[in-house]
T-cell receptor, first 113, second 110 residues
Framework: DAGITQSPRHKVTETGTPVTLRCHQT?????MYWYRQDPGHGLRLIHY???????DKGEVSDGYSVSRSKTEDFLLTLESATSSQTSVYFC????????????FGPGTRLLVL | QQPVQSPQAVILREGEDAVINCSSS?????VHWYRQKHGEAPVFLMI?????EQKGHEKISASFNEKKQQSSLYLTASQLSYSGTYFC???????????FGKGTKLSVKP
């Protein structure tokens, strides 16, 4: 257990509203990731961070932005939520990129009506 | 390029063995294996690195064929607790991120 929490754990929102999901870790891991998980697609990378204020896009970044002002927090923002963003969102952290274990948070279930 | 996992689903009886395969169209530097139970987060099982290094679970084994860009996960003498969806994640260089397959659903019946 890498001490990763996500908030909120569940959220229902309406199309067009902004939504921010938070990932918090207590292990001082350098890398943090946001994935979305949808039936039939597996885990898809949205954005990732390799240090404070250092972020980059993943394969499904359209409609999402991120920020990392502290090592322990990584925020994912849906600027204007759409129904296609209904999903389960997982945060993950690791010490050293792809050569080390990724630890996943418990996930956030987001429903956009 | 998303790695391809096979089979998509498998049903076993307790004590039977299973093999889950992960194949990529690009050169691989690392392969990760994770198991996810319904409604829970993925949990780490194993990492295999180019050059032969392995890190992970003592009771689960895996292979990594760098030339064929494939990895296989071997589950022997399956237990009910092995049920879940297994994902492979592949990395194409010493830097960079993982790309996950769509998963293999394993069901172990009594």
């Amino acid at each position: 257990d890498a001490g990763i929490t996500q908030s909120p754990r569940h959220k229902v929102t309406e199309t067009g509203t902004p939504v921010t999901l938070r990932c918090h870790q207590t292990e001082n891991h350098r890398y943090m990731y946001w994935y979305r998980q949808d039936p039939g697609h597996g885990l898809r990378l949205i954005h990732y961070s390799y240090g404070v204020k250092d972020t980059d896009k993943g394969e499904v970044s359209d409609g999402y932005s991120v920020s990392r002002s502290k090592t322990e927090d990584f925020l994912l923002t849906l600027e204007s939520a759409t129904s296609s963003q209904t999903s389960v969102y997982f945060c993950a952290t690791t010490t050293s990129g792809q050569v080390e274990t990724q630890y996943f948070g418990p996930g956030t279930r987001l429903l956009v009506l | 390029q998303q790695p391809v996992q096979s089979p998509q689903a498998v049903i076993l009886r307790e004590g039977e063995d299973a093999v889950i395969n992960c194949s990529s169209s690009k050169a691989l530097y690392s392969v990760h294996w994770y198991r996810q139970k319904h409604g829970e987060a993925p949990v780490f099982l194993m990492i295999l690195l180019k050059g032969g290094e392995q890190k992970g679970h003592e009771k689960i084994s895996a292979s990594f064929n760098e030339k064929k860009q494939q990895s296989s996960l071997y589950l022997t003498a399956s237990q009910l607790s092995y049920s879940g969806t297994y994902f492979c994640g592949t990395g194409g260089g010493s830097q960079g991120n993982l790309i996950f397959g769509k998963g293999t659903k394993l069901s172990v019946k009594p």
